[in-house]
């Protein structure tokens, strides 16, 4: 997103060649508009997720947890009872993914940045890991992660006594 940012100054002002780059093939955007690659990557990757879901919703089952297209396939989430169109989906997810993409890395970055400064809370989270993830080579599950009790009291809305 940040290196397309010196291209959406110019696709601001000049629309015709903010729709050529947009509607061209992708292989051949990326050409035209080096900086935008990372962003067509992206587009490229979320209409393939969307085209997935809307074809194979069964596929949502395999998912190791809930996702943004749990909600969005949800007929009763909507008051007329109908799945949006592709387009519309596509569009809610781009706009999910910009959205949170710089609040929450930067929420992590600021959080990290704090937290490295006081050893205590370093160790304590460390030994947390430690003892729930014993083999680093085997993921854990996200549910899994979410139950840790340091995890948890950082997460949670009441203040953390860190002493």
Known sequence: MEASNPA?????????????????????????????SGLIDLQQMLIHQVDDVVENPKSLEEAPHKVIYHQ??????????????????????QTL?????????NTLMVGTFYMLENESLVERLKNELRE??????RTPRYEDLQKL?????CSSQQPYDIN
Not at 72 to 93: V, W
Not at 149 to 153: D, G
Request: no cysteine.
């Open 149 to 153: 009790p340091f995890l948890v009291s």
């Open 72 to 93: 969005l396939l949800d007929k009763e989430a909507y008051k007329s009872g109908k799945i949006p169109a592709r387009g519309h989906l596509y569009e809610e997810a």
């Open 132 to 137: 729930h993830w014993p083999n680093l080579d």
């Open 97 to 105: 993914v910009f959205a949170g993409t710089d609040t929450t890395g």
């Open 8 to 36: 959406f100054i110019i696709f601001k002002h000049f629309s015709l060649i903010r729709n050529a780059v947009f509607n061209m093939p992708p292989w051949l955007s990326v050409r035209v508009s080096p900086q935008t």
